[in-house]
Structures are given as structure tokens and as C-alpha cells.
């Protein structure tokens, strides 16, 4: 009985080694690499650019909001007790519409920035790809993974920025 399971288990060991063939692996800086494209540079800008603007806005409203927050706060005690209820309704109101104004800029600037960057990364998709087919590579990990333990092998990075042209 233990020579059959001995001889199941080098049955399944040959199998097993004889079934995987030797893959090539490259890694990639795949950070180095877009930080050099001129397209990511312009949608960093973009971005940017449109995150202050809607950030200007925001602060704007809420700086008002403030201000109206402390001129209640000096008025409060002249007021009716009906008037206090109602400027405290108008000013909750505000503060919701200013906080739903940030929702609705964080949701604008994440779908902007997938407007974006999807043409980019589809361009740096395609020039791995090719880059992987013309060297034989059978897969090409990010460099920048704290995923590796150990890394060797060639570095795809130098072959996809000239693919790139950069």
C-alpha cells in the first residue's frame, strides 16, 4: 500500500512539473513610466486645475455660511423664539447644500479623472502588450508592488517608454 501511494504521489509530481513550462517574467515601473507621458501630465493639470476651482467654490459658500453662523449667533438673543427656529432651519439647510456641493464635487472629479486617464492607460496597455509579445515576456508585474519578496529578471521599463517614445 505505501509503494502505490509513493508511486501516485511521483506519478503526480512528473506530471505536474512536466505540465508547467518556463514563463518569463519582467517587471515594470509602471509609476516611472507615466509620470514621463505627456498626456498624464496635462490630465494631472487638468485635474488639478478643476479640483481647485470647485474646491474655491466650496470654501466660498462655506465662508458665507460662517459668516451668517456668527452674525445669528450675535442676534440670537433679540430674535423670537419663532425667528430663531426659522434662521436655524435656513442656516441647516445651507450647510446640507454645502455638504452635498462636496459629494457632488468629489463625484465629478472621480468621473473627470476617468474621463482622463482611460485613453492613457489604454496607451500604456497597448504599448506593454507589445512590448511583452515582442520579448516573450508571459507576464510583466509592477515593480512598485510590495508584493515581491524577491525581484530579478529584466526590467520591461526601459522597452515601453521607447514604445512609448518617451
Known sequence: MKQLSVLFSAVALFIASSAVKAQKVAHLDVNAVLSLMPEKKK????LEAFSKAKG????KQAQAWQAEVAKYQQGAAKL???QR???EE???KKQQNI???QQAAQKDLAEKSEAEYA???KKFQEAVNKVA???GWDYILDGNSSLFIYKAGPDATAAVKKELGL
Open 43 to 46: 490630465a494631472d493639470e487638468k
Open 56 to 59: 474655491a467654490e466650496i470654501e
Open 80 to 82: 423670537t423664539e419663532a
Open 85 to 87: 427656529k426659522a434662521k
Open 90 to 92: 435656513e442656516l441647516t
Open 99 to 101: 455638504q452635498g456641493m
Open 119 to 121: 485613453p492613457i492607460e
Open 133 to 135: 509579445k515582442a520579448n
